[in-house]
């Protein structure tokens, strides 16, 4: 999801303890994603209650939020909205994608070959309306802040980044970086070893730091520069320019100045062209959100999680406990947060 520019980016490696104090406004959907993706069973199925409801992102949700605040991050988390209507064509593919991967996963299953059902589980997660109702009530629960963006989240959490109601993104895309966030962190809601795609290779997963102004400063470009150079490569909202990887983007963006002239030059064209740009320029933002953190109500996450959901009960406790305990690697308690 998102666009291709990664490449490109100058990325700092960062421990958790590095992000104490710090806002981290949290792209929802792109960390639901994630939970729903890489938290599943041997077989490639999510895990569930006993009623058969997907519970990977709750498991997500409590244990890694409860490390994240240990560490002394304040996280907030930033749900999409309203989809643009350039979205449309992108939205589409990703639900046919989603349902292929489901009959390939369950063909594979059937074969006997894990290995390939569980890749092809994992591109079958989808969020839906439970899942996203779900989420909501352990978070509110959990008592961290979230908020409905009007249109996409990572255009709201840029907002907040820029306003300086929240200091970093927690995303694993580049598009809150042409929505103008000044600063995303990576690898946030995930760690230990990640299973390369397709190869029997494990790596070491750490969160890590773009900054927008360095990246730009060490590129050499402006920010509307970069937003040039993911449209040539393509976005959510257009298709890229054919066969052209962000290297080559780059260059062409540097040769000619800005995408305008590049398709000029090449005469091309590429659809929504002015709308696309203005979509990341001057998105849809709101002011209607408060960021306020409060205890858990663990009486509530526990008869939601444990008697709603099969969670274990002492598990739940001990993660409820580790919340309760710090807000800040132990050096600071929660009191000092409200």
């Not at 894990?114 to 509110?140: F, M, N, P, R």
């Not at 009486?299 to 807000?327: G, M, P, T, W, Y």
Request: aromatic share 6%; with cysteine; glycine share 8%.
């Amino acid at each position: 999801m998102g666009t291709d520019i990664g490449d490109l980016l100058k990325k700092r490696p960062v421990e958790l303890s590095g992000l104490s104090s710090k806002v981290i406004a949290i792209d929802a959907y792109n960390t639901l994603y994630q939970f729903l993706s890489i938290i599943r069973q041997r077989d490639g199925t999510p895990l569930k209650d006993s009623n058969g409801n997907i519970t990977s992102h709750l498991s997500g949700i409590l244990y890694r939020m409860a490390s994240l605040m240990e560490a002394g991050i304040k996280p907030v988390f930033v749900f999409d909205g309203k989809p643009p209507a350039i979205k449309s064509r992108t939205i589409e593919k990703r639900a046919e994608v989603r349902e292929n991967a489901m009959i390939r996963s369950a063909e594979a299953r059937e074969k006997g070959l894990a290995e390939e059902a569980y890749k092809y589980a994992q591109a079958s997660s989808k969020v839906d309306a439970t899942i996203v109702g779900d989420s909501k009530k352990l978070l509110s629960g959990l008592g961290i802040p979230f908020m409905d963006a009007p249109s996409e989240g990572e255009a709201q959490a840029a907002y907040m980044v820029k306003k300086g109601d929240a200091d970093l993104i927690g995303s694993q895309d580049y598009d809150s970086l042409l929505f103008g966030a000044l600063s995303v962190v990576r690898n946030l809601t995930v760690s230990g070893k990640r299973k390369l795609p397709g190869k029997n290779i494990y790596v070491d997963v750490k969160p890590e730091v773009i900054d927008l102004e360095e990246s730009l400063s060490e590129l050499g470009i402006t920010h509307e520069q970069l937003i040039d150079i993911a449209l040539c490569v393509g976005t959510d909202y257009n298709k890229g320019l054919a066969n052209i990887g962000p290297k080559k983007a780059l260059k062409l963006v540097r040769e000619y100045g800005s995408i305008e002239k590049v398709l000029l030059a090449k005469e091309i064209e590429i659809t929504d062209l002015e709308s696309v740009k203005a979509f990341f320029t001057d998105p849809p933002v709101s002011d209607d959100y408060e960021l306020k953190w409060s205890k858990p109500k663990n009486e509530a996450v526990i008869e939601f999680l444990c008697e709603e959901h099969d969670f274990s009960n002492d598990r739940v406790i001990k993660a409820l406990e580790r919340l309760e305990a710090s807000a800040g690697g132990g050096q600071q308690t929660l009191d000092q947060w409200f």
